[in-house]
């Protein structure tokens, strides 16, 4: 098993599809694609590609540790009792566990992700 891992930011394997829980939904019909690409620490630690259609839903990351780097589109996030901030292709940015909020999809999305939950 190799220690060194690329993310492919345009897999050639079929996504996950799915859509947001209703609890989490504002508005919208945001479509959801997941290219998992990596786990590891016991499945604690995840890597991969996610794309999301334009809608809103509440972002609530609870134990979860979630950084992200825009490949594509623009989101605007709003930390709950915080001011909207705009990430776009190139940015680059880290949800920290307890944050609270709405991801607004305001272009469809591409992002890498790593997640770590302990």
């Known amino acids: ?3 060194l891992k ?3 930011p ?3 394997f079929a996504p996950r599809e799915n ?3 209703p609890d989490r939904l504002i508005s919208g019909n945001p479509q959801l694609k997941t290219w998992a690409q990596d786990t590891a620490h016991g499945e604690l630690v995840h890597t991969g590609v996610w794309e999301a259609t334009p809608g809103a839903t509440h972002s ?3 134990q979860t540790f979630e950084f992200c780097h825009i490949l594509s589109g623009v989101i605007e996030l709003t930390p709950e009792g915080g001011q909207p901030v705009v990430y776009k292709a190139g940015d680059s ?9 709405v991801w607004k999809t305001i272009e469809t ?3 890498i992700y790593v997640t770590v939950t302990p």
């Open 6 to 8: 690329t993310i492919e």
């Open 19 to 21: 859509v947001p829980a």
């Open 1 to 3: 098993m190799s220690l």
């Open 109 to 111: 999305v591409r992002k």
């Open 60 to 62: 609530i990351k609870g």
């Open 10 to 12: 345009h897999p050639s």
């Open 93 to 101: 940015f880290v949800m920290k566990p307890g944050f609270v909020g």
